[in-house]
């Protein structure tokens, strides 16, 4: 889930209104920020599908799309890592599907349609794109941006004066404010055990969130062009700028935040992430409607992965389900095709990173869920009472690294979901009622900085620890980089009831850099 603002409130991650969701969906040939969007059609109603063959792989690709044009849908893209593809359709395109020998399950990823598939858009849909990185464009972190402020931006997140790196409680809580590792631009350097800058910028780590303004100071350096995309229709889009965020889209800024803590540069200037100097692969999966689909998912889990980040940090939730149950068909197929996406990942070496989530739940129990489906364009969600079964996507996938968020103090913060057996690292969250003293103050869009609290925060913090140990362990594959970090928090974290004791809470225990 996204994060928590400062007034304690769960943030809007939304577009709001019937009219704004209707000149959204109705926009024929405008492109803003990236998105694309969908252009007139014959005014059928069209929804999109995962469909996913049996056989997990290329072959198994070509005959989800043949069968899926056999029954009258238009395939956008093919996922050949994972045998799956996305196609639009209207009618009974789902039944008739499932029928099909081969096919192992077929979900909308959506409940309110669109007039169209997405328009053709030339060089979409190519996951090899950028992956000669040979020529990566270096930035300069001189030139800065200064612009204390007090303005309300991106749906009320309300920014503050630039910190100067000015009391970094969070990374002094992961071993030491000056135990970090070099920026690259500078020349600085951590202390003895940390890996060098030169060890950090071999390490590609991807943000999968609202995109990363790139043009910020402390990221310039950071982020890595040739590895960066947008996912926001579920097509890998490698059009220079497109995986910086949509300032028309609720919540915006979160990545450009997330990415700060991650990597943001170390220059006395702004703030220093976890891992100054590491490689940031910015993929945008937010989308032009406010959504994190599956297919965006999928497509932003499968890029990362064919590009080898070494983590991919997920802080949010799919859409339009906030928990999705297998023993729904729609929902059991996104369930699977996320879920084959992920293991892809982790096969091909990353630590797959997710936030637990802010709605103070027990994850292992029965709870309830009161948002979804949140793509409706009108009326109230239903209330929907679910069992342990019903999973957060992509949290509670197996592998994936998730991640409770714990205040200043150590103690877990009272809106982190929890469950034993079902998180695995606590990592600083922060207070949204404290203000930048207990919040995590990182980038904002447009070169300022905000504070903000929340598991997306907390999970940053584990990604930019794994590109640590990446770093210093270069021959470390997904399950040994997780294993080392499950380790190292398991030996830091201090006695108490509030502590490693308290495994619902804490997993393996609370995040230390691994040296």
Not at 43 to 58: H, K, N, T, W
Request: with cysteine; net charge neutral.
């Amino acid at each position: 889930m996204a994060q928590v603002n400062p007034s304690g409130r769960p943030a809007r991650r939304r577009v709001r209104g019937p009219a704004r969701a209707l000149l959204a969906m109705l926009l024929t040939a405008l492109v803003v920020g990236g998105a694309v969007p969908y252009v007139s059609g014959s005014g059928r109603p069209y929804l999109s599908y995962l469909v996913l063959a049996g056989q997990e792989d290329a072959a198994g690709a070509a005959l989800a799309g043949a069968e899926s044009r056999a029954a009258g849908g238009q395939v956008v893209q093919e996922y050949p890592q994972i045998g799956a593809v996305l196609a639009y359709a209207t009618g009974g395109f789902a039944g008739t599907l499932r029928a099909r020998p081969g096919i192992a399950a077929v979900g909308t990823t959506r409940t309110e349609p669109v007039v169209a598939p997405p328009r053709l858009l030339d060089g979409a849909g190519d996951f090899a794109a950028g992956t000669d990185r040979a020529d990566r464009a270096g930035r300069s972190s001189t030139d800065r941006a200064r612009r204390d402020s007090t303005d309300r931006h991106d749906g009320g997140t309300v920014t503050v004066p630039d910190p100067g790196e000015g009391d970094p409680w969070n990374l002094a809580m992961l071993g030491g404010a000056g135990a970090r590792a070099g920026d690259a631009s500078t020349g600085i350097r951590g202390p003895a055990g940390a890996p060098t800058a030169d060890a950090l910028g071999k390490v590609l780590v991807a943000v999968l969130d609202s995109g990363v303004d790139d043009t910020h100071p402390d990221l310039r350096a950071a982020v890595d062009p040739k590895a960066s995309v947008s996912c926001a229709d579920g097509r890998p889009d490698a059009r220079s700028g497109s995986w910086r965020p949509d300032p028309g889209v609720s919540e915006s800024g979160h990545g450009t935040h997330v990415a700060g803590i991650v990597g943001a540069a170390r220059d006395g200037h702004g703030v220093t992430g976890v891992a100054p100097g590491v490689r940031i692969a910015a993929v945008r999966l937010l989308g032009p409607l406010g959504q994190y689909y599956a297919e965006n998912i999928v497509c932003g889990m499968l890029w990362a992965a064919d590009h080898g980040a070494k983590a991919i940090n997920n802080s949010y939730f799919a859409d339009p389900w906030k928990y999705n149950c297998p023993e729904d068909q729609d929902q059991a197929a996104l369930i699977a095709a996320v879920g084959r996406a992920s293991a892809y990942a982790q096969r091909k070496g990353a630590v797959v990173v997710a936030s637990a989530g802010n709605d103070g739940q027990d994850l292992g129990a029965a709870r309830t869920d009161e948002r979804s489906p949140n793509d409706r364009v009108s009326g109230p969600a239903r209330s929907r009472y679910l069992g342990s079964e019903c999973i957060r996507l992509p949290g509670e996938l197996p592998g994936v690294v998730t991640v409770t968020a714990v205040n200043r103090d150590g103690r877990p913060s009272s809106y982190s979901n929890y469950g034993r057996g079902r998180v695995s690292l606590a990592a600083p969250g922060g207070d949204p009622d404290s203000g930048p003293q207990g919040a995590i103050v990182s980038d904002w869009p447009g070169g300022q900085y905000a504070a903000l609290a929340g598991t997306s925060m907390a999970a940053a913090h584990v990604t930019g620890a794994v590109a640590v140990a990446a770093a210093l362990h270069p021959d470390y594959g997904s399950a040994p980089l997780a294993a080392l970090l499950a380790g190292t928090a398991a030996a830091a974290c201090p006695p108490g009831p509030y502590a490693c004791g308290a495994r619902q809470y804490f997993g393996a225990g609370l995040l230390a850099l691994p040296r």
